[in-house]
């Protein structure tokens, strides 16, 4: 069976989406047609001088409820309704009633293209930020011809988030809430020999007008019997990183430790390596077939096993490889010398700490145990004297945080600047299906924002979550205009004090001015 793939905005306009291009490969190891729809890199191409903000620092907008809610659904917030959402009009630095216009002007666009490839089955790959837009289009595309089969997946779609939401809306029939490779094959396997799904595990769909799902599908355990990426439908020169180009790489799945507000941990459920040997072999194909020797690590964290990044690193080293490489750590134990410079040696050039926050007793609230600030202290230290670059990431205004809490932050980044390229830091948000909302959330009084009213019949509306920027607790202190407060503080001190501050993709923000666009 051919089916579509579809990418829409607002998704990463540097590299090239990791997850599609496994999917494509695994399609076509099965004997299977992918025609991709990479609407995300068409608009972003078209539009960033206006509109570049909904793929940097506004692009979560589109997750918040109104928003979603007014651009989904425009025909209920039509006058005189338009009055009861009116304090949703206009949020800072984008005009909602502009980004509607501008998606007007090209979903009828991207509906002809994607009805005109003659496929069945149409894909669309989900998170937080292509949510919206991804019904949008689906909503069109039922409206035109009922008979396409409209699949989501995605980091969004786990079954307790939103995937019962999304089918509910009628203009998806299925979803699948874990990795897709296996899934999404059975799936349409199913509806080519059947006509429609009989019973796969990981799909929520409906059967006799009844929502259903059999549960979860068994991960897959060997991550290398997965083919390597294939980035063969996409327009790689449409992309920012091609001078050199840079490729997406992940040397595993999941994450082995436990922090209360991550929800990529709870979709990707057990940490998975894969063998070194595999990961080599991939290096040496991407060189091959693509010319890639620049590469950047999806993993949630590189060092989830430190065993095997050193096996790799050392691999490297032994093969020769002429590669270079980035990608996000965790102060874990096992950081030493011997380790960083093996990693600069196989051509780590800069690796992104998750420090979150740099005193003890919030990283205890977070369950981000296993290091203290001494020991942070001291990798990047060595990272530094060994050249590889380095970048803090940070959490500011978790729950309770304190004004001598936040300090103890500004104060350990001040202290081993010298260390850092830069730093990221952003407000804690609360996303239902973490720990963070399902065990914490009412033994720390935590209180989400307020949901818009929707009437009776529409009910269904209330199972949509995004992410809660705004809650508060019971502390007057504790909302999120002294959070925002704290992070410009900290912006303001770190840039007084010479050390650049990658807020929301500023280092891409200045790539993107050099560009030159065809």
């Known amino acids: 069976m051919k089916v579509s793939l579809v990418l829409v905005p607002t998704w990463a306009f540097e590299k090239p ?36 903000r909904l793929w940097e620092d506004m692009a979560h907008i589109l997750r918040a409820e109104d928003s979603f809610f007014r651009l989904l659904y425009p025909e209920r917030f039509e006058k005189p309704r338009l009055k009861d959402v009116a304090k949703y009009l206009v949020l800072p630095g984008i005009n909602l009633i502009k980004v509607r216009k501008l998606l007007d002007k090209y979903i009828d666009k991207w509906v002809k293209q994607i009805l005109d490839s003659d496929t069945k089955v149409i ?10 837009i991804s019904l949008m289009l689906a909503k069109e595309i039922k409206r ?12 969004s779609c786990n079954i307790n988030m939103n995937a019962k939401f999304f089918v509910k809306t009628g203009f998806v029939d299925a979803v699948v809430t874990g ?58 020169d449409k992309y920012i990183f091609r ?43 991407m060189y091959e077939k693509y010319g890639v020797k620049s590469f950047g690590f999806n993993d949630l964290t590189i060092n989830a096993n430190i065993t095997l990044l050193g096996n790799m690193a050392k691999k490297i080293i032994q093969e020769k490889l002429d590669i270079s490489w980035a990608g996000t750590a965790r102060f874990t134990p096992g950081l030493n010398k011997e380790v960083l410079r093996n990693l600069r040696d196989a051509g780590c050039r800069q690796i992104d700490y998750g420090l979150e926050s740099a005193s003890n007793s919030v990283r205890k609230r977070m369950n981000k145990l296993g290091y203290d600030k001494e020991y942070a202290s001291k990798v990047l230290k060595t990272s530094h004297e060994l050249g590889i670059k380095q970048a803090l990431l940070l959490i500011i205004g978790y729950i309770g945080e304190t004004k001598d809490e936040f300090y103890e932050t500004v ?27 399902e065990v914490f959330k009412d033994k720390l009084n935590v209180r989400v924002s307020p949901r818009i009213n929707f009437k009776k019949s529409m009910d269904f509306w209330r199972e949509y979550y995004y992410p809660d920027y705004a809650w508060t607790t019971d502390d007057p202190k504790d909302n999120l205009q002294n959070r925002l407060k704290r992070v410009d503080l900290l912006y303001k001190i770190l840039k007084e004090e010479g050390l650049s501050c990658n807020f929301s993709g500023e280092e891409l923000t200045k790539v993107i001015k050099n560009e030159t666009f065809e």
């Not at 695994?26 to 991709?36: D, E, P």
């Not at 035109?144 to 980091?155: H, L, N, P």
Request: hydrophobic share 35%.
């Open 243 to 285: 001078n050199p180009r840079i490729f997406p790489f992940t040397t595993g799945r999941g994450c082995p430790f436990a922090c209360n507000f991550c929800m990529d941990r709870i979709f990707w459920k057990k940490y998975r390596g894969r063998s070194v040997d595999n990961m080599i072999e991939e290096f040496k194909f």
């Open 144 to 155: 035109i011809d009922k008979s396409k089969f409209i699949v989501f997946g995605g980091t």
């Open 411 to 437: 104060n350990f980044v001040l202290e081993n600047k010298k260390y850092l390229k830069e730093v990221h830091a952003g407000c804690l948000y609360i996303m239902k299906g973490t720990s963070l909302y």
């Open 179 to 236: 990795e897709g490779e296996e899934i999404f094959v059975e799936l349409i396997e199913q509806l080519e020999k059947y006509g429609h799904i009989k019973k796969c595990l990981g799909v929520v769909f409906r059967k006799k007008g009844e929502l259903v799902y059999y549960g979860d599908r068994p991960l897959i355990q060997d991550l290398d019997s997965i083919p390597f990426p294939d980035y063969d439908e996409f327009d790689l």
């Open 123 to 132: 894909g669309f790959s989900i998170n937080g930020n292509t949510a919206l």
């Open 17 to 52: 989406h990791l997850g599609a291009a496994y999917l494509i490969s695994y399609l076509k190891s099965k004997g299977h047609g992918v025609v991709l729809h990479d609407s995300n890199i068409e608009m972003f191409r078209n539009e960033h001088k206006k509109f570049g």
